[in-house]
């Protein structure tokens, strides 16, 4: 059974910083692009950032660009949100999703497994 844990959310001021966290089990975890996505309340979820298995290229979303960096650890199986300057609208559940043999694709469809999610909340 998959499983994927996410922590380290939280509430932290403007300019703050938070890592997020996300265990993996189940699952050969080096085979798999790991993504981070968000939800705001009342809004449509959205791409956050990605990993691509091999460890190459990452990918983010335009507002997180030079803030956040996507890492990961086989050994540990667990992959990284570093988040810093956060914003009061980096306010959300941060979740995180596999995709096996993936590129770092920003496409929730591409997921094949996802966390719960944990919350993040910036005050100004």
């Known amino acids: 059974q998959v499983q994927l844990v996410e922590s380290g959310g939280g509430a932290v001021q403007a300019g703050g910083s938070l890592r997020l966290s996300c265990g993996a089990s189940?699952?050969?975890?080096?085979?798999?692009?790991m993504g981070w996505f968000r939800q705001a309340l009342g809004k449509v979820g959205e791409f956050v950032a990605a990993?691509?298995?091999?460890?190459?290229?990452?990918n983010y979303v335009d507002s997180v660009k030079g803030r956040f960096t996507i890492s990961r650890d086989n050994a540990l199986n667990t992959v990284y949100l570093q988040m810093n300057n956060l914003k009061p609208e980096d306010t959300a559940v941060y979740f995180c999703?596999?995709?096996?043999w993936g590129a770092g694709s920003d496409s929730f469809r591409t997921y094949e497994f996802w966390g719960q999610g944990t919350q993040v909340t910036v005050s100004s």
């Open positions: 999703a596999a995709d096996r």
């Open positions: 189940g699952l050969t975890f080096s085979t798999y692009a």
């Open positions: 990993i691509p298995w091999s460890g190459g290229t990452t």
